[in-house]
T-cell receptor, first 110, second 114 residues
């Protein structure tokens, strides 16, 4: 069983809509979770991190964590074509290293 | 500007050849990591190092070797024992444990076997 799981997509949303990206994890010892955005051929860049149950908002992005359900999500409001990328979820189940999911490809259509 | 520099950006390896990928950071980060990314498989950990002169194997260390002689540098050697080395290689660093701040990534090296 993979430690961090994501639906590979692609997830297609129209411009201006809310994109919802989801991630589940198996290690209950995981403390923190990170969302990275990766454009094709480029390296991942950090968008958000969360370590407390509930919601954390930063601009158009909201990260949600539910430790009881072992579920992490990323909401992108007012989606733009420039948001089209692969989104990687990562957790700190290993303590001193991050474990990544396989990523969800997001396509924002005009 | 602080950051992580990976070189070269593109690398071609012949069968049976060892090649070394460079990773240098000036962020004063303690920990450094090497990941491999293949299409549809996400990032898989090769090796990581939390302090100078010490490193640990990740999930897919076979066919790879590393050294950590300086805090700033963590080169990765892809040996001839790695049978399928064609992939995108990412170096990352973190300030202590990644729990609070996650990783900063380099721009990556794309390795192709010819």
């Amino acid at each position: 069983q993979k430690e961090v799981e994501q639906n590979s997509g692609p997830l297609s949303v129209p411009e201006g809509a809310i994109a919802s990206l989801n991630c589940t994890y198996s290690d209950r010892g995981s403390q923190s979770f990170f969302w990275y955005r990766q454009y094709s051929g480029k390296s991942p860049e950090l968008i958000m991190f969360i370590y407390s149950n509930g919601d954390k908002e930063d601009g158009r992005f909201t990260a949600q964590l539910n430790k009881a359900s072992q579920y992490v999500s990323l909401l992108i409001r007012d989606s733009q074509p420039s948001d089209s990328a692969t989104y990687l979820c990562a957790g700190t189940g290993g303590g001193n290293k991050l474990t990544f999911g396989t990523g969800t490809q997001l396509k924002v259509e005009l | 500007d602080g950051g992580i520099t990976q070189s070269p950006k593109y690398l071609f390896r012949k069968e049976g050849q060892n090649v070394t990928l460079s990773c240098e950071q000036n962020l004063n980060h303690d920990a450094m990591y090497w990941y491999r990314q293949d299409p549809g498989q996400g990032l898989r950990l090769i090796y990581y190092s939390q302090i100078v002169n010490d490193f640990q194997k990740g999930d897919i260390a076979e066919g790879y070797s590393v050294s950590r002689e300086k805090k700033e540098s963590f080169p990765l050697t892809v040996t001839s024992a790695q049978k399928n080395p064609t992939a995108f290689y990412l170096c990352a660093s973190s300030f202590g444990q990644p729990t609070n701040y996650g990783y900063t990534f380099g721009s990556g090296t794309r390795l192709t076997v010819v």
